[in-house]
């Protein structure tokens, strides 16, 4: 079982950055690959980028590559998504992810993860 909790949302202006943090729970954080997805009103929840259980692996939507990067560190059970030149249509709910234990950073980008955060709203304004 694994918990997790976002933190980092806000209201910024079109081209700014925010750094986004999710803190996880239990001793087996380093087991999972973590994720990031986000959903904006009236549309599905799509990923955003995930990162394999040792941090060397990353993978990005088309639409993030390039602004947004996805980091964790182990030792402190956390994952964060460091968001640059920010647009309006970046506008979400973003929410923390961790997928199947012992498995790829790769399959979050299709498959479902296991766990999920109560997510963080990120407004950005032109």
């Known amino acids: 079982q694994v918990q997790l909790v976002e933190s980092g949302g806000g209201l910024v202006q079109a081209g700014d950055s925010l750094r986004l943090s999710c803190a996880a729970s239990?001793?087996?954080?380093?087991?999972?690959?973590m994720g990031w997805f986000r959903q904006a009103p009236g549309k599905e929840r799509d990923f955003v980028a995930a990162?394999?259980?040792?941090?060397?692996?990353?993978y990005y939507a088309d639409s993030v590559k390039g602004r947004f990067s996805i980091s964790r560190d182990n030792a402190k059970n956390t994952v964060h998504l460091q968001m640059n030149s920010l647009k309006p249509e970046d506008t979400a709910v973003y929410y923390c992810?961790?997928?199947?234990?012992?498995?790829?950073?790769?399959?979050?980008?299709?498959?479902?993860?296991?766990?999920w955060g109560q997510g963080t709203q990120v407004t950005v304004s032109s």
């Open positions: 992810a961790a997928g199947a234990r012992f498995t790829t950073a790769q399959a979050m980008r299709t498959m479902s993860p296991n766990y």
């Open positions: 239990g001793r087996t954080f380093s087991t999972y690959p």
């Open positions: 990162i394999s259980r040792d941090g060397g692996t990353t």
